[in-house]
């Protein structure tokens, strides 16, 4: 099997709304390589957040640590007009 023709298939394949799962992940495996491949629905997910995980997951990995997660605030604490930290905690 090439990943090229699995990467079309994937990228031919839609996600039926209200189905589970929003994320399908596809290894082609060889005796000298290995190829992983992320679909992702766009409502779960942008390039970017899959570049982030991907990078997380090549760092674990490499049994490299990963950076801490910082959290954005809720909308409601956004709204609210309290004071919020990035954690989202009221100061």
């Known amino acids: 099997m090439s990943w090229e023709r699995e990467a079309a298939v994937e990228m031919s394949t839609r996600f039926q709304p209200g189905d589970a799962p929003s994320l399908r992940a ?46 954005s605030p809720s909308l409601e604490d956004l709204i609210s007009g309290a004071p919020v930290d990035v954690a989202g905690n009221e100061m």
């Open 26 to 71: 596809t290894v082609v495996l060889r005796p000298e390589s290995a190829v992983l491949m992320l679909a992702v629905h766009h409502t779960i997910a942008d390039g970017v957040s899959i570049a982030h995980a991907l990078t997380d997951l090549l760092r674990l990995m490499a049994d490299e640590p990963l950076d801490a997660a910082t959290l």
